[in-house]
């Protein structure tokens, strides 16, 4: 058994703006583990919001011991996106030597498309305006916020896409006081929840803030260790492979957080159809997907995931799993 790397860079279709910055395009790590004549996938994304490099996480992966499996995985990495890729190929190794999908292994049954989110990029409301009317005919739409001037973006995206179905997600740009002031602006627009309005170190503000519509752990939840600091917070969790370390976690913590009571959302970095393939398993039931990376793409990977104006479907062999 024998590891290879790739750092794969994918154009974005037009520039990615969030509240912490732009960019043009995806960068991620490519893995690759051989175990004889089998080879199985996975992708991740570092990400400089968790610290994470290109760099670092390629020496994460590369020091890793030979022969290595699931189980001991968890034990070798913390979560994060290195563990995640080479979790994600272990997944698609285990599934091509044993001739049966990750699906079955992971006894989740057959795998269903999924509606998924669109991801409208912060900018001007003029533009966000045009941009929400050329998709208006997609069901579910995420708003990228965050700033002090947000209430003409949204109304504008409203006006744009009068039926579809929105999300925001502030990426912890909001403080409690900005939360007050959109929260009946998002009720009167209709918005169906809102994604880490404030940042992680102050969102003990939620605790005493009126909720009045539900409010999702995004950068505040990474695994299930996170669990126990979002009570009375938060009513539901955005699992994303990339900081959970792979789907082997995605899965647990989907499990012990609807035990908990939180509601699903599964969300993701932007990168190809490698990365998302694993998601659409933990995304099966969940209340809100978000995998809609391979859509801000230029140009995805070969047999890449297939979109249609709302939907994701399951991924074929030939890609993933």
């Given at each position: ?142 708003i990228k916020l965050g700033t002090d001037d947000d209430i ?60 009045v519509l539900p409010v999702c752990a995004d950068e505040s ?101």
């Amino acid at each position: 058994m024998h590891i290879e790397l790739s750092r794969d860079v994918f154009p974005l279709a037009k520039v990615f703006t969030i509240s912490r910055g732009s960019r043009s395009e995806a960068v991620v790590v490519s893995v690759t583990i051989h175990d004889g004549d089998v080879c199985g996938r996975g992708e991740c994304v570092p990400y400089k919001r968790y610290d994470e490099t290109v760099e670092s996480v390629m020496g994460q992966i590369e020091s890793l011991p030979m022969p290595l499996d699931r189980v001991r995985l968890q034990e070798l990495l913390p979560p994060g996106a290195a563990r995640n890729a080479v979790d994600c190929a272990l997944w698609d190794l285990e599934a091509k030597k044993s001739g049966r999908s990750v699906a079955e292994l992971a006894g989740l049954g057959s795998l269903e498309p999924l509606q998924t989110a669109f991801t409208l990029s912060l900018d001007t409301p003029e533009n966000m305006l045009e941009d929400a009317r050329q998709n208006a005919d997609r069901p579910l739409l995420k708003i990228k916020l965050g700033t002090d001037d947000d209430i003409a973006r949204i109304e504008a995206v409203r006006e744009g896409a009068p039926d579809s179905r929105i999300i925001v997600d502030a990426n912890e740009g909001w403080t409690a006081e900005s939360y007050r002031k959109m929260a009946p602006v998002m009720v009167r627009l209709g918005v169906a929840m809102v994604e880490q309005p404030l940042p992680t170190g102050d969102d003990d503000a939620l605790l005493t803030l009126d909720r009045v519509l539900p409010v999702c752990a995004d950068e505040s939840c990474h695994d299930r260790t996170s669990l126990p600091g979002l009570k009375g917070k938060y009513d539901m969790v955005n699992i994303k492979l990339d900081k959970t370390g792979g789907l082997t976690e995605a899965l647990a913590l989907r499990e012990e957080a609807l035990h908990e009571g939180y509601a699903i959302m599964v969300g993701c970095m932007v990168g190809s159809s490698l990365a998302m393939a694993p998601a659409t398993l933990v995304a099966q039931g969940a209340e809100i997907v978000d995998l809609d990376g391979p859509l801000l793409l230029a140009t995805d990977r070969e047999h890449g995931l297939k979109y249609d104006a709302g939907d994701v479907y399951p991924p074929r062999t030939a890609l993933w799993g």
